[in-house]
């Protein structure tokens, strides 16, 4: 198998939204978008497969170590892994940043480090690391001709991460992990036991309410963002907002049961969205 089979094969297992508006590429975007993204599904791995911390941190190490190869840095030996390979020739030809994949890696170590946000403002800095840099890289394999197109692209990021954070409530929850901010939890009448135990009640809709309606304002402030001149290169993350607002409002017209189930698209209507938008340019 080769590294892009390899990558290819890691992005379709994962079933993420994300594959879909891929499929619209030009194929050396395509195998550049499914490198980058099955790193970062090597790295969220490491954390959630690995029940021991110290293990964890053992492995996203040695990711560095790879990231660092990658560019010629570090011992002087190449990258092994068949990830870095895909996405080592893509580098300089997309202007991928080595700062910004160890960033990548430094969001995932979060994970080990804190399970709880006291505020948005640190839940914020999370999802920079773990989505906002995500867009960035992505941006900038799509096409980029005017600076602005990375400010929406990190925005764009934010959105997409608050969009998992509430599709996943409850299997977060049962990993010990809650990512809704405690002041809000609080400002709401929501305990983090109603949450690990998956208590469902009109405070915890009005909490998910208020959650949904920020996401749905930041898509709005990223769309208003992306300049003319990069609409249509941006479009696979046009794709990927249409369907991740269309799952937003699948959460709201359910009552927010999130803390029991995983709302989901099926593949269809996310092809459907996807193409849509594509149409659309």
Known sequence: MSPDEYCQQKTVQSGSSFYYSFLFLPPERRRAITALYAFCREVDDTVDETSDGSVARIKL????????????????????????????????????????????????????????????????????????????????????????????????GLAFQLTNIIRDVGEDARKGRIYLPVNELQQFGVTAADILNARHSEKFEALMKFQTERAQGIYDEAFALLPKADRRAQRPGLMMAAIYRTLLDEIARDGYHVLNQKISLTPLRKLWLAWKTYVKG
């Open 61 to 156: 190490a040695w990711w560095r170590k790879e990231v660092s190869s990658m560019y010629g840095h570090g011992d002087g030996n190449p990258p092994t892994h068949p990830v870095m390979l895909a996405l080592q020739p893509h580098l300089a030809v997309y202007d991928l940043k080595e700062a910004h994949l160890l960033a990548i890696i430094d969001g995932m170590e979060m994970d080990l480090d804190q399970s709880r946000y006291l505020d948005y403002a640190g839940l914020r800095k999370y999802c920079w690391h773990v989505a906002g840099v995500v867009g960035i890289l992505s941006a900038s394999i799509f096409g980029v001709t005017d600076p602005r197109t990375l400010e929406y692209a990190e925005k764009l």
